[in-house]
């Protein structure tokens, strides 16, 4: 596939959330923010109990949607994000593509992927954040279909020895792999189904 392996992608996030952490300046009292990609500030999502964990309006970080998540558009410019100093680092990927880290409030919650310079995928193995729906990686694929119905689907790779869940938006979709030790969720993806569902149907060997 085209994203790495669960490990390498766990092991990195982690490491850039606690080098986030420290260099974190103290806490300051801010404005509440207005909601977000559709997520109603008084709404519990579909499927989830007002007291469990989900988006939070107060929280820019809470939310990753098809269209990108915070100042990281699904089509951004890597150029650009990195002159705003918001890459951390980058990788070779597979197919030419190129990995990379964020720093500010996202840094140690998403990896991208860029192809040809522009940012094709945002992947996450924590949560937050969660989906505009209220989805999120520790989620089961029954809780999924609980909170998207008809609009999703349980999907396999092209090899027929991986499940995914796929919700899809117009060219773009939302996808949700399994974890590679336990049952349910641990990778979520956006980003055009041309890069991210192909690239989990049909697999990469790197």
């Known amino acids: 596939m085209h994203r790495l392996p669960y ?6 996030l982690t490491v850039a959330a606690l080098v986030a952490v420290a260099a974190a300046p103290p806490a300051v009292a801010a404005a509440p923010l207005h909601p977000q990609h559709g997520v109603d500030a008084g709404a519990t999502a579909p499927g989830r109990s007002a007291t469990a964990p989900g988006p939070g309006v107060g929280d820019r970080t809470q939310v990753m949607s ?11 410019d890597l150029a650009r994000l990195s002159a ?3 890459i951390d680092w980058t990788a070779p990927g597979c197919d030419g593509a ?3 880290g964020v720093t500010g409030a996202w ?7 860029f192809v040809g310079g522009r940012l094709v995928e ?9 989906s505009p729906a209220g989805a999120g990686v520790g989620m089961t694929f029954d809780e999924l279909e609980e909170i998207y119905g008809p609009r999703g689907e349980l999907i396999t790779n092209n090899a027929g020895d991986e499940s995914g869940y796929l919700v899809r938006y ?3 979709v939302e996808l949700f792999t399994g974890h590679p030790i336990r049952p349910g969720v641990g990778y979520f993806q956006v980003g055009p189904a041309s890069f991210v569902e192909r690239g989990f149907r049909e697999g990469r060997p790197c």
């Open 7 to 12: 490990p390498i992608v766990s092991a990195a």
């Open 66 to 76: 098809v269209r990108g998540a915070g100042p990281f558009r699904i089509g951004a």
């Open 84 to 86: 705003a100093g918001l």
């Open 98 to 100: 190129v990995q990379a």
């Open 107 to 113: 840094a140690g919650q998403i990896m991208l992927a």
């Open 122 to 130: 945002i992947g996450t193995a924590t949560v937050p954040p969660y």
């Open 170 to 172: 117009g060219s773009r």
